[in-house]
């Protein structure tokens, strides 16, 4: 599914947020020998979690005209794990909704197919569902997910993908930048980590902890969550999720009114895949897994 690039103007409200993003991260590291732990660690997750959020919104067209542009706006990469090119290929092949959750066809699949988890180790298996809890997800879920991602696309490179190859240099150069400005900074690599990157995913990660849930419908695999300004910003309205699939090109700060004027046709859309915040889902899933982690109908998969 392609992104088309409109001819609409500059969206400023998105170039501010990458100023501020850029300019706390700067502060952190430019203060990071008086600030104690407490402090650097949840700022500075916070700002690397909505660095990915933008991310996620340049490959989707924003916030020019521009695709070169958007993508020198948001190339370093705070959470040092995702080459962003790698990520732009996955997330659209994900926006083709026929195929979500299908642990074949959609790169953001948190499932496996009954015949893989049936042949799993006993040890994999039990990381597996320690990460379909939320707790899992945020402490263990960068890990994984380093390791499930880069795996295969190491293997691909070395069997000469050159898409990959070029994707994964431009990458190594992103963390060059990233490492050589933490490094002016006088702030130990692994502090930064330590208390920036790694958390900075982990909170990434809560957003699509409950993103889709395997259903037989395709209408009903994607959630709405009614979220505080805290998580809203930091997901960029993401949460709206619903809202964002059926307009996939629309700006972060466009969907709330879209999801107003159309709140209880999506709900019922969805079949009332709803959450009433975040808390909701800390509550429900923070210690309980959210569900199996093997698909549990095959026959819904699409050939």
Not at 31 to 41: C, D, E, G, T
Not at 139 to 154: K, N, Q
Not at 183 to 207: D, Q, S, T
Request: aromatic fraction near 14%; glycine fraction near 4%; include cysteine.
């Amino acid at each position: 599914m392609a992104t088309s690039f409109s001819n609409r103007p500059v969206e400023w409200p998105t170039i501010a947020v990458i100023v501020t993003v850029y300019l706390v991260l700067g502060l952190l590291l430019a203060y990071h020998a008086m600030l104690p732990w407490w402090v650097i660690m949840p700022i500075g997750a916070y700002a690397a979690a909505l660095h990915v959020s933008l991310q996620h919104e340049v490959l989707h067209g924003h916030p020019t005209r521009n695709r070169w542009l958007n993508e020198a706006l948001v190339f370093v990469t705070p959470t040092m794990w995702l080459p962003y090119h790698r990520y732009r290929e996955t997330h659209l092949v994900h926006h083709n909704d026929a195929y979500l959750t299908d642990p074949h066809k959609d790169p953001e699949s948190y499932y496996l197919l009954p015949e893989e988890w049936a042949s799993m180790p006993g040890i994999k298996r039990g990381l597996y569902t320690m990460n379909q809890t939320l707790a899992g997800r945020m402490v263990m879920g960068p890990a994984i997910s380093i390791f499930r991602f880069w795996g295969p696309e190491l293997r691909d490179c070395l069997a000469g993908d050159r898409a990959k190859i070029q994707s994964w240099a431009i990458f190594a150069v992103a963390l060059f930048v990233t490492t050589t400005i933490v490094h002016w900074f006088g702030m130990p690599l692994w502090k930064y980590v330590v208390l920036v990157a790694y958390p900075g995913i982990a909170l990434a990660l809560v957003r699509s902890f409950c993103e889709h849930q395997a259903a037989e419908k395709v209408e009903h695999r994607t959630i709405i969550v009614e979220a505080s300004p805290f998580w809203s910003l930091l997901f960029l309205n993401n949460n709206l999720h619903v809202a964002h699939h059926e307009r996939p090109a629309m700006a972060w700060y466009r969907l709330p009114a879209l999801y107003r004027a159309e709140r209880q046709a999506m709900i019922t859309r969805n079949n009332g895949y709803l959450m009433r915040g975040y808390s909701e889902i800390f509550r429900r899933y923070f210690f309980k897994a959210k569900e199996p982690v093997p698909y549990p109908e095959v026959r819904w998969l699409k050939p």
